[in-house]
């Protein structure tokens, strides 16, 4: 495909026919066909597009991409066959499903807990709503796309322009949202880490330094300073813009000008990964330590009877407890980062990876519900309350009895 960029008209030539708005589309023949001009969408008047006129029926067209053309890929494994779409919907709608399960059952135990009412619990909490936001907001506007799409046999019209190019786009705010809660998760990651290697490598400094006030201000900034950041594509570049993304099935940012990329707009992309990465290596490192301390101190209680004075400036139980459980959440949310890390760097260096952006993103999204999981194998006490919780019943007949 050729394109060439005027002042006022925009020239772009097609090798396959223009059949539909079907975001799933394959690569398109490399011999050229005679072409013939065709009406254009009405956001994109005054601009000029030839389509072929003799193609292969299997041939599809992709939509129009962030420059305002229509860029042929490959077929993603997502939405290539009717089945792969209704799996793909299924999973979609069972992931919304566990989210808002699983960080509802959160909230009600650490809010409804006296024992979980500490700078922890709060954390844990600011976690968890940063996970109900993904299950609320981003999932659903995916699921909406893609069930439209099976219904109508067309994308919404939306989808096929950033958000430059309409009034209102729903990933001007899904799009900020979703990088918003996923720069919150890593800080709070990060806070609940700092918390805990106190506790461990300081106890009985823990009560003096770590306050629920303290706690509270902290939450406080990782959010306005996450959604910031977030936002700081839009605020610091005009040439960035949102859209939904055909390969990976999400808001994604995007280069919404005409022509090579730009220096700084990447820059500011950069600033994502580089954010991250900082925190998530700082985390990583901390929990060594505090694990290496934790380590330590059970090889000491082997051969050494403790006395009092001794074990009062020893971590407790409960917080060496809760500092593996922290570090389990750590690796976990590296684990399922990672890829989009590499995604990122891969589209600096000018790689597509359509297929490897879907699970990408979507390997992300599904961390959302595996705290949940963590805290109930980790955490007896966290289990014990919410199985109290989901079975009252149960319990009011054990009373009974």
């Known amino acids: 495909m050729h394109s060439s960029g005027l002042a006022g008209t925009t020239l772009i030539w097609f090798t396959c026919i223009h059949t539909s708005h079907h975001p799933c589309i394959i690569q398109c023949p490399s011999s050229a066909t005679p072409v013939h001009k065709v ?17 292969d029926p299997m041939i599809e067209t992709g939509t129009p991409s962030m420059l305002g053309r229509t860029e042929p890929a490959h077929c993603t494994v997502c939405c290539c066959t009717l089945t792969n779409k209704i799996l793909m919907v299924l999973f979609m709608v069972l992931l919304i499903l566990a989210i808002l399960f699983g960080n509802l059952v959160t909230l009600a135990v650490v809010l409804g807990t006296k024992h979980f009412k500490t700078s922890q619990g709060y954390l844990k909490a600011s976690l968890a709503v940063a996970d109900l936001a993904v299950g609320i907001f981003v999932v659903p506007l995916s699921v909406y796309a893609e069930v439209y799409l099976m219904v109508t046999d067309s994308a919404p019209e939306w989808t096929s322009y950033n958000s430059q190019s309409v009034n209102f786009h729903p990933c001007n705010v899904i799009g900020p949202i979703f990088a918003g809660c996923t720069l919150v998760s890593i800080t709070t990651i990060f806070l609940l880490t700092i918390e805990r290697s106190i506790a461990v490598l300081r106890p009985l400094h823990k009560d003096s330094v770590i306050t629920r006030k303290r706690t509270m201000i902290l939450i ?83 051969h050494l009877a403790e006395s009092e004075c001794q074990s ?33 760097v891969g589209n600096v260096l000018g790689n597509k990876w359509c297929n ?19 805290y109930s194998v980790r955490d007896q006490k966290f289990r014990l309350r919410a199985h109290k919780l989901l079975m009252p019943f149960q319990r009011q007949d054990s009373t009974k009895t």
């Open 356 to 374: 490897f952006s879907f699970f990408a993103f979507w390997i992300l999204a599904t961390n959302s519900c595996w705290n949940v999981i963590i």
């Open 220 to 302: 406080i900034l990782s959010w306005v300073g996450s959604f910031f950041l977030a936002v700081s594509p839009m605020v610091f570049s005009s040439e960035i813009a949102l859209e939904y993304n055909s390969c990976s099935r999400m808001c994604n940012y995007a280069l919404g000008t005409i022509g090579e990329f730009p220096s700084q707009a990447w820059n500011i992309l950069l600033l994502f990964p580089v954010f991250d990465f900082t925190l998530l290596g700082g985390t990583v490192v901390i929990n060594i330590v505090s694990l290496s301390s934790i380590r330590q101190h059970s090889r000491r209680r082997k």
């Open 312 to 344: 009062s400036s020893k971590p407790t139980f409960s917080d060496i407890k809760a500092a593996k459980t922290i570090g389990t959440l750590t690796v976990a949310f590296t684990a399922s980062f990672t890829p989009i890390a590499v995604f990122v």
């Open 39 to 55: 009406q254009t969408p009405p956001l994109l008047k005054g601009h000029e597009v030839n389509v072929a006129a003799s193609v």
